[in-house]
């Protein structure tokens, strides 16, 4: 089964796991990573080292690469308001590594568009996109 591996910030993580709902329904793709559900609350990176201990960085940090690792595609998800330090990180070393990337969302707010493969503004264009492949 092909997998995607979703990207974005905790404060997005209600719209993330709506984002894996639709792509599991109306695709054959399956979005294994659920972090953002189990972990998601809203942070600034300076708390971070008060909400995470090392332990937990250190599993954060495997586990995404391993899945970044293993995906077929890396999805970001934009956000207009939310800041994505970590899902920027991702988004490099999965093009890095040769994976296809794809962005959904406002595409003047990335500095990183130059590492996406391909850019959908709406999850209906690439729900249709997905259903091709």
Partial sequence: MKTIYIAG????????DNLKKIIEEKTDYTVPCVWWKKNAKEFEPEDVGSWFDLDE????????????KECDIFLIKFSIKKKLYGALIELGYAYGIGKKTVGVGPKEKSCMIL????WYHGIDDLIDALKKE
Avoid: C, Q
Wanted: aromatic residues 12%; charged residues 35%.
């Fill in 9 to 16: 910030t905790f404060a997005d993580a209600d719209k993330i």
């Fill in 57 to 68: 960085v250190h599993e954060f940090f495997h586990r995404d690469i391993d899945a970044i």
């Fill in 115 to 118: 590492s996406v493969n391909e």
